[in-house]
């Protein structure tokens, strides 16, 4: 696995390097000195800030959002979740009832839209990551993603969605979910943009109230765009 130096987690955080040493003394991010210098395992920076996306209010999520934005060129694109996501890619209802079928159903989804390749080699590499560390949150949605970008089978970023008619068990720890989010990010900072970003649409709006609601992908896409729009709005 990939180990980052401090410059290059500097430019994924878009700090500067002294910063990222900062944080790395004082405990705020996982690193260890090799031969006097710094060195961070992505795979353990990559899971760390997953964990403080995940902890975070709507407040924190914003300013981690804006932390992430801060170099984006130009011709970089906005990490949208509504742009991200596509009708053919939301199944309402999703028929899956086991946590294998969910997986597998959901990177069949995604694969309608062209975008991935190789909808098997997704389901594994989620499942691996499910088995490393479950997504299933307590609010009864899960956000299943590989534990690292699948670029070799993906043309671009994408999110594909699916709402069980029931809460099915999905977790070891006794989670009942119902609504799933598949995020297939093309590189580190898209992916933690993009958790980033639903994580505020699901905390800070009515989505996942409206999104058990609708009755087709149609609606459902209306409401994840309505949820962009108002936390847009509060930025």
Known sequence: MQDYDAGQLATLLHVTPGQVIKMAEKGR???????GQWRFSAAEVHHFLEEKIGDSDSEQLQRVE???????TAQEPIARISDLCDSQAIAVPLASRTRGSVIRDMCTLAAQTGLLWDANAMAEAVKQR??????????????????RPQTSILADSLIAVGICSAPIPFSDQGHLTDVFFLLCSYDDRSHLKILARLSRMLSGTDMLAELRQAGDAAEALQCIAAAEAVIEETA
């Open 29 to 35: 991010i996982p690193g260890r000195r090799v031969q």
């Open 66 to 72: 804006q932390l992430l934005d801060r170099g984006k």
């Open 130 to 147: 499910e088995e490393l560390h479950p997504t299933a949150l307590d609010n009864g949605v899960a956000l299943l993603h590989p534990r």
